[in-house]
């Protein structure tokens, strides 16, 4: 079967640093995906990791550890705006392509003054 | 460039009505795939087309069926909707690993 596990919320202040974990266990591994999701839009696509350790793109960096199914997502700086839902994903299919996803349940993060 | 498109955007059903929701995906892209997701919950994988074929399903009932056609947009049927088909339906297109969703459907069973 397929599990993804992540805090369902979190709370932080802004200007502040958060880190989202993520723990899978799923019957294969072809990559991890990280998304964000604002109530009521469609989720918008933040990182990809299929190989070991950290990618960073602007005030995000995600990191994946294949050996102990586990990854985060770290936000820097912290505006009122990345207050959403973000989402962990894994690709277990055998062969490339972010289209046969297994979503956690999404970790609601709310941005504090 | 235009982005991931559905429609309709919103659709109020009653309970036993069939829906078909639409989705084209993003120029060049060949593969569709459809999410189903309920208030509070992540996505969940319904189907994925490639290439106008079936490459995976997820465990919904045989209610739900789809098809890709040759300009590789997609449909996506719910048969014999219950009050829990109430959800948003989303589709995503993708080239290689990154997956780009579409706004999605917001379908309410009344």
């Known amino acids: 079967g397929q599990n993804i596990d992540q805090p369902t919320e979190m709370t932080a202040t802004e200007g502040a640093i958060v880190q989202i974990n993520c723990t899978y266990q799923?019957?294969?591994?072809?990559?991890l995906f990280w998304y964000q999701q604002h109530a009521g839009e469609a989720p918008t696509f933040l990182s990809y990791n299929v190989l070991d350790g950290l990618e960073e793109k602007g005030r995000f960096s995600s990191f994946l550890s294949r050996s102990k199914g586990y990854s985060y997502l770290l936000l820097k700086e912290l505006q009122m705006k990345d207050s959403a839902s973000y989402l962990c994903?894994?690709?277990?299919?055998?062969?490339?392509?972010?289209?046969?996803?297994?979503f956690g349940t999404g970790t609601q993060l709310k941005v504090e003054l | 460039d235009a982005g991931v498109t559905q429609s309709p955007t919103h659709l109020i059903k009653t309970r036993g009505q069939h829906v078909t929701l639409r989705c084209s995906p993003i120029?060049?892209?060949?593969?569709v795939s459809w999410y189903q997701q309920v208030l509070g919950q992540g996505p969940q994988f319904i189907f994925q087309?490639?290439?106008?074929?079936?490459?995976g399903r997820g465990n919904f009932p045989d209610r739900f069926s789809a098809r890709q056609f040759p300009n590789y947009s997609s449909e996506l049927n719910v048969n014999a909707l219950l009050l829990g088909d109430s959800a948003l339906y989303l589709c995503a297109s993708s080239l290689e690993a990154e997956a780009f969703f579409g706004q999605g459907t917001r379908l309410t069973v009344v």
């Open positions: 994903a894994v690709n277990p299919g055998i062969t490339g392509g972010g289209n046969k996803l297994t």
């Open positions: 799923t019957s294969g591994f072809n990559g």
């Open positions: 120029s060049g892209h060949k593969s």
């Open positions: 087309y490639y290439e106008k074929e079936e490459r």
